[in-house]
């Protein structure tokens, strides 16, 4: 849709608003809400004028007007306002010069889309993200100087097996560890799932499925691949449909690495694959029927994984999740057959769907600079042919001591993942991708993070230490 087309689908469906979104550094969806009737090509045009001075991470206050420029590609009717609401997703751009932010994060993967293309490498990057999630029924929790604590509940979850409830207790939940495809009534979210995928179908996603996953309260949907910026678009549109079709059920969903103890983790797999000229670049005949492109590309995804991190596993929280066990990826191997490595070739017949999936993502990512990153590395390990090695066609969590020893890692902390950006950036640096100055940014951020994470007494230490 170009911008005749969207002001016709305002003018055909009785849009009363226009609701302006964009993506902060962080990944969070940030929205203005505009009357349509002020929305005509001049507007399309010029853009939306906005105090960008607000966002974190972005401009000082004495050099704070920015502009929104809006996609009409990427429009949607709104399917949870009560006024007909047309959504867009808009990229940041300087209002003097017309450039682009350099710290929009829309911006940085349309630039990474163009630096592909500029490369000669492929015309077109597709990104499959698998994102997990829980809901819960109760949720809450405080930080204050006295008082550190939260609390979780939800009617399905394997703790409440014993709870007395006023109508009884049915007693059919999945357990630890037993989330992973059973039926109802031990899969109680069907509906819900189902209406969230529905909802996707109604805003003109490509969705396939939808189950229960692993953990207690844990779940996931289904999203078709795309392009790397219309997929970030996408998940960010996931995000939403699932957050408000959860908080019309009287439920919350979160899409936080970890948020309960002893059972998985939330991940978020992402396929990758590069095309040229209508053809699949990855389909070839070396491991796993994988091209030497391939292979390269795994070779830079697992080169610079540990400052990947800082993008694919941005929160203190991520780190939870990335430890040996709990089927977390946090060996930098590769391997056609296991799940134990950051990187896994899935089996297809099909040379089209010949994709490489990286496993150490996370949802809490946000998805224009996940995405971007990460095709930044492969494109690095293509043009340098970095050799991945030997791919690692066992278990290898039961591998014995000495040799698991031998095997490099991701990050153990967001810290450690921030020291080893600040090492080994150049990569996503090349082509202006992304800044130095967008990085230094986006860091800043990341360590204030860290600091009120490692600064704040945790109810663990009273347990451990409080009698010391």
Same mark, same amino acid.
């Given at each position: ?28 969806? &940030? ?18 004028? /906005? ?20 996609? @009409? ?43 592909? +293309? ?10 499959? *993200? ?10 809450? !929790? ?7 604590? !939260? ?26 560890? #037993?989330?992973? /495809?059973? +039926? ?5 979210? &069907? ?53 408000? +079709? ?31 000229? #209508? ?31 800082? !993008? ?13 066990? !709990?089927?977390? *990826? +946090? ?29 150490? @993502? ?27 090695? *030997? ?8 591998? *014995? @001591? ?54 704040? @007494? ?11």
């Amino acid at each position: 849709m170009d911008n005749k087309g969207m002001l016709k689908l305002i003018k055909d469906e009785d849009v009363e608003y226009v609701d302006v979104r964009f993506t902060d550094p962080r990944g969070k969806l &940030q929205h203005v809400t505009v009357v349509a009737d002020l929305v005509d090509e001049d507007f399309l045009e010029e853009g939306f004028m /906005f105090d960008g001075s607000s966002i974190a991470g972005w401009k000082s206050i004495d050099n704070s007007d920015m502009k929104l420029m809006l996609d @009409p590609a990427s429009a949607y009717i709104d399917p949870f306002y009560a006024e007909k609401t047309l959504a867009v997703h808009c990229s940041v751009v300087e209002p003097d010069t017309g450039e682009a932010y350099s710290r929009d994060p829309r911006g940085t993967a349309q630039k990474a889309e163009a630096y592909l +293309v500029a490369s000669g490498i492929g015309d077109v990057s597709y990104f499959g *993200p698998e994102a997990e999630f829980f809901l819960f029924d109760d949720v809450r !929790f405080s930080v204050e100087m006295n008082k550190v604590s !939260f609390e979780v509940d939800a009617g399905d979850a394997s703790w409440n097996t014993d709870t007395s409830y006023e109508m009884g207790n049915m007693g059919h939940r999945p357990g630890i560890k #037993g989330g992973y /495809f059973p +039926v109802n009534p031990i899969d109680d979210a &069907q509906d819900i799932r189902s209406e969230m995928l529905s909802t996707m179908k109604r805003l003109g996603m490509k969705v396939d499925k939808h189950h229960h996953e692993v953990a207690s309260c844990q779940h996931e949907l289904g999203l078709i691949f795309g392009s790397l910026t219309h997929q970030a678009d996408e998940l960010q549109k996931y995000k939403y449909v699932i957050h408000n +079709v959860a908080h019309a059920y009287g439920k919350s969903a979160t899409f936080m690495p970890k948020p309960i103890f002893g059972d998985n983790g939330t991940g978020m797999h992402v396929n990758m694959s590069i095309w040229k000229d #209508g053809k699949p670049l990855f389909a070839g005949d070396k491991y796993a029927d994988l091209s030497d492109q391939a292979l390269w590309f795994i070779g830079g995804i697992l080169k610079h994984a540990k400052s990947l991190n800082a !993008f694919t596993n941005p929160a203190t929280n991520s780190y939870k999740r990335l430890i040996p066990g !709990f089927e977390a *990826p +946090v060996l930098r191997a590769y391997s056609a057959s296991n799940r134990s490595g950051c990187v896994r070739i899935p089996w297809t017949e099909s040379p089209k769907a010949k994709r490489v999936e990286a496993r150490f @993502p996370d949802p809490a990512a946000n998805p224009y600079l996940c995405f971007s990153a990460l095709l930044m590395a492969g494109l690095d390990g293509i043009k340098n042919k970095i050799d991945p090695g *030997p791919a690692s066609d066992k278990d290898l969590y039961d591998l *014995p @001591p000495e040799e698991l020893a031998g095997i490099p890692t991701v990050c153990a902390s967001l810290r450690e993942a921030l020291d080893e950006l600040e090492a080994d950036m150049d990569y996503l640096l090349a082509g202006d991708v992304f800044t130095k100055d967008q990085i230094e940014a986006y860091m800043d951020l990341k360590w204030d993070e860290v600091y009120a994470y490692e600064h704040t @007494p945790h109810p663990i230490e009273y347990k451990m230490y409080y009698s010391c």
